[in-house]
Nanobody, 125 residues
Framework: QVTLVESGGGSVQAGGSLRLSCAAS????????MAWFRQGPVQEREGVAAIDRRGGTSFASSVKGRFTISRDNAKNTLFLQMDSLRTEDSAMYYC???????????????????WGQGTQVTVSS
């Protein structure tokens, strides 16, 4: 069992930055495949970025070059650094944990078994 708790959301103007954190607890959580998903008020949940236990990463095309995903396995914490934020990045952001390797399909929901409650990100123009 893995428990995930996100933090770091908030309101920011377009072009600004935010850093999200996800604290993981539970057995061998540092060995899990980890990811960030997001869901806007009228959109389906979509994968944003994923990272495996060795540091391999994958990003959605909409955030590539602007977002960075990282993890601190010693502290069981996942991060999402979001730069050059756009209004369309506004959403509830969720942390997720699953088993297996990064590939294939690292940004598909059914790869992940554990989910946090989410943290809201609002980007204004």
């Amino acid at each position: 069992q893995v428990t995930l708790v996100e933090s770091g959301g908030g309101s920011v103007q377009a072009g600004g930055s935010l850093r999200l954190s996800c604290a993981a607890s539970g057995s061998t959580s540092s060995g899990y495949l980890m990811a960030w998903f997001r869901q806007g008020p009228v959109q389906e949940r979509e994968g944003v970025a994923a990272i495996d236990r060795r540091g391999g990463t994958s990003f959605a095309s909409s955030v590539k070059g602007r977002f960075t995903i990282s993890r601190d396995n010693a502290k069981n914490t996942l991060f999402l650094q979001m730069d050059s934020l756009r209004t369309e990045d506004s959403a509830m952001y969720y942390c997720a944990a699953g088993r297996g390797d990064l590939w294939p399909s690292p940004l598909v929901e059914n790869r992940y078994n554990y989910w946090g409650q989410g943290t809201q990100v609002t980007v204004s123009s």
